[in-house]
């Protein structure tokens, strides 16, 4: 392994201890914060049972399904009426699993609310309490601070994905309220959730861990293995690098810019870039079809590898050889 490679596998692990320290636990203790708890209807089950182990077997929060859920009704007016006033929500303009939104309470103390379905739910040993809602594992992580905190429901145990709401709340206490939330939004997955129109083509509904062909990802990085990152993207590796990353995602069309290559490929226009580092990397993304409004479905691929010196050309015909295979899997819009 390169000397390069070595630091920056090292400054990854720093990255994650700081964030996991940034991050302490909750406790059982809640009777100390200044939550207006009137404010937050409970939710019967919400922390309740064992906490189960091994595999999630649950059939309605399996990735087929959720990565076709349209995440902002989890979070919209009807879900939050019982803490306050909320505004609509806004979904994200980079994710199809996000949507965040704002509450003022009772007293007039505003709370932001953020959702993210596909986010991770790793479980560390310190700094998490973690309980169950309805069967599946809760995890709970309050800031030292103690105006925020993160609940998230394990939906997948390998690897730990699911669904994550993180709540910001100073007047109040923001742990209850993610529970609360987090409580209602189980019984919709297990219910009748909102989800996203099934139109023709749609990103919403593919497995990015299938959208190209095993033989092509391995001729590019040899000897590697899928690893769904997010319930839209997945990665190709054999280990940490190198690493074939491929997304879908809503935003705008992508053009060329600063430091872009336009490129056709099998008849569809793409963008590539290089990296910014010294390392080897590239960048091919494209418009697959029509989203909401000015937006568009997006596909991207990545080509990274840090024991490789800087060379555009050649990794951008490697991201390039992966869009072909993607573009030719993908459903028709």
């Not at 070595?6 to 406790?27: D, E, K, N, P, T």
Request: with cysteine; net charge neutral; aromatic share 4%.
């Amino acid at each position: 392994m390169s000397l390069n490679a070595r630091r920056r596998r090292i400054a990854s692990v720093l990255a994650l201890v700081a964030a996991l320290g940034a991050l302490s636990a909750c406790g059982q203790n809640l009777g100390k914060s200044n939550f207006a708890r009137t404010t937050v209807a409970a939710e019967a089950g919400s922390g309740s049972g064992p906490v189960p182990d091994g595999d999630i077997n649950d059939p309605a929060v399996t990735p087929v399904v959720m990565r076709t859920i349209d995440p902002c009704p989890l979070v919209g007016k009807e879900a939050l009426s019982s803490l306050g006033t909320p505004e609509d929500p806004r979904p994200s303009t980079i994710s199809f699993g996000s949507c965040r939104t704002k509450v003022v309470d009772a007293g007039g103390k505003e709370l932001t609310i953020g959702v993210d379905i596909g986010a991770s739910t790793y479980v560390s040993t310190s700094g998490v309490t973690v309980s169950a809602v309805e069967g599946l594992p809760q995890i709970e992580r309050k800031s030292k601070d103690g105006k925020s905190c993160d609940v998230g429901i394990m939906t997948l145990r390998k690897p730990e994905r699911g669904v994550s709401f993180s709540v910001t709340y100073d007047g109040g206490d923001p742990c209850a309220t993610g529970r609360a939330v987090a409580a209602k939004a189980v019984k919709s997955l297990h219910a009748s959730p909102a989800k996203y129109p099934s139109s023709a083509g749609t990103l919403t509904a593919v497995d990015p861990c299938t959208a190209a062909d095993p033989a092509v990802l391995g001729e590019v990085v040899p000897h590697g293995a899928t690893t769904l990152t997010t319930f839209h993207s997945c990665d190709w590796t054999p280990g940490s690098n190198p690493r074939i990353s491929i997304g879908f995602r809503p935003g705008l069309p992508p053009e060329q810019r600063e430091g872009s290559t336009k490129v056709e490929i099998d008849g569809v226009t793409a963008y590539q870039k290089g990296g910014s580092g010294s390392d080897a990397e590239c960048k091919v993304e494209w418009q697959h079809k029509p989203w909401a409004d000015d937006e568009a479905e997006i596909v991207s691929v990545i080509y990274k590898n840090y024991d490789e010196k800087k060379d555009e050309a050649a990794s951008c015909a490697k991201a390039v050889k992966i869009a072909k295979s993607v573009i030719s899997k993908l459903p028709k819009p």
